[in-house]
């Protein structure tokens, strides 16, 4: 293995804000290895929004509008982050790394050195992994990935036999682990009609491909610039991102007016019709809200239809196991639309939060 630098290139969030919050140096302690940990270097690291919500402070409480409104000015600083607990300053993001074991700590296989690997963005009490209280998100409860190396636990990587690079590798684990959660908790199989919002995001066309591989028939809701690329991914019809009429859109692409299972990632003051558009018996499964979180329930259209509401975010440890098969044995395919370099992160998120992308972009360590 090469000698090791003791500082690396890295992007840093020092305080909940705006790009200025983010800050680039080329001067950052390396990682310390833990004895559970490897250290990697990075090859590429995805994007989420989760970085995002992250900065502004959106998962307060406080913000009720949509990721792209201005949260860090109305945030308080006890609940801005995911789990509802306070950040740590400063603070490395990135969830998806992917890239080569170059040390291990004492109690991490050696056989994983010069190891390709992905990383699952979920970290876990492993003595009870289960336990979804006692999780933590990469890049938000401990530093990620964006930055020429990281560490993570050894139980929170994956070895990877892919052709696919480094940057393509990155578009998947936290979109397709988040997809496979939300199809896993819904119950989705062979014979459901499925409909999918946000469908040319990160979740949303993992969620394509992942119901297609279930069997399902897949209605993806999405701006009309975006349908071509959708449709190479097999879904068997689009509707516009938010139809006026979503059930007569439903019947005249599919037939039908309605479907079993409804996979939300964007909520806004679009959502109750998703409810109205499911049959008696439906299920809808939600994993985010980047059109607005506050939305206006009918009671009576969740009890006379005998409808089940799934909120999905922390998934069991298997779901990242599967997904590395899944990409191994080619049954899911990236959508990276761009990469960037580290240092270019700000001009990243940008294009990011400007969703003109269809699927994920990638940054690449300097
Ligand atoms: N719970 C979890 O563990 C978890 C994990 C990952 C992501 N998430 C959340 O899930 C949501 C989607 O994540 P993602 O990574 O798939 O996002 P993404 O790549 O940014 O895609 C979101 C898509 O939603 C569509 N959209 C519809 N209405 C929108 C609006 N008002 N503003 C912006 N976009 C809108 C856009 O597609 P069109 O232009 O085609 O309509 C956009 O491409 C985010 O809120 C994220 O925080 C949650």
């Not at 994007?47 to 409104?69: C, F, L």
């Not at 892919?162 to 496979?180: K, N, V």
């Not at 989705?188 to 946000?198: E, K, N, W, Y």
Request: aromatic share 6%; proline share 5%.
């Amino acid at each position: 293995m090469p000698e090791l630098p003791k500082t690396m290139h890295a992007f840093v969030l020092h305080e909940h804000g705006g790009m200025d919050a983010l800050r680039y140096h080329e001067d950052w302690p390396l990682p310390e290895v833990g004895p559970d940990d490897v250290l990697i270097k990075v090859g590429a690291c995805g994007m989420n929004n989760t970085d995002i919500n992250t900065r502004v402070g959106w998962y307060s409480k406080t913000v009720t509008g949509a990721t792209e409104s201005n949260a860090s000015e109305k945030s308080g600083d006890t609940d801005p982050s995911w789990g509802g607990a306070p950040i740590r300053f400063p603070r490395i993001q990135g969830a998806d790394v992917v890239g080569e074991v170059v040390a291990v700590g004492a109690n991490a296989e050696q056989a994983l050195l010069g190891k390709r690997v992905m990383t699952d963005n979920w970290m876990r009490d492993w003595d009870d992994p289960m336990n979804r209280d006692r999780t933590g998100y990469y890049g938000s409860e401990r530093d990620g990935g964006f930055a020429q190396y990281a560490t993570a636990d050894r139980r929170n990587v994956g070895a990877v036999n892919s052709p696919l690079s480094d940057a393509e590798l990155a578009t998947f684990s936290c979109s397709y682990t988040t997809a496979e959660g939300m199809l896993s908790r819904a119950g989705v199989g062979a014979g459901d009609r499925v409909l999918i919002t946000g469908a040319s995001g990160g979740v949303g066309s993992a969620l394509i491909q992942l119901a297609k591989r279930r069997g399902a028939t897949v209605i993806a809701m999405s701006s009309p610039a975006k349908h071509e690329q959708l449709r190479e991914l097999g879904t068997d019809a689009m509707l516009e991102r938010t139809p006026a009429d979503l059930a007569g859109a439903l019947k005249s692409a599919t037939g039908q007016p309605s479907v079993d299972v409804v996979c939300d990632i964007v909520g806004g003051d679009s959502w109750p019709s998703l409810l109205e558009v499911l049959v008696r018996g439906g299920r809808y499964a939600c994993s985010g809200a980047i059109a607005g979180p506050i939305v206006s329930l009918d009671l009576r259209t969740l009890y006379l239809n005998d409808l089940t509401l799934h909120g999905s975010t922390v998934v069991p440890p298997h779901i990242f196991t599967d997904l590395v098969g899944y990409i191994e044995r080619g049954e899911v395919r990236p959508l990276l639309a761009a990469t960037y370099p580290l240092r270019d992160l700000q001009a990243a998120q940008r294009a990011f939060t400007e969703k003109a992308h269809v699927g994920n972009i990638a940054i690449i360590p300097d």
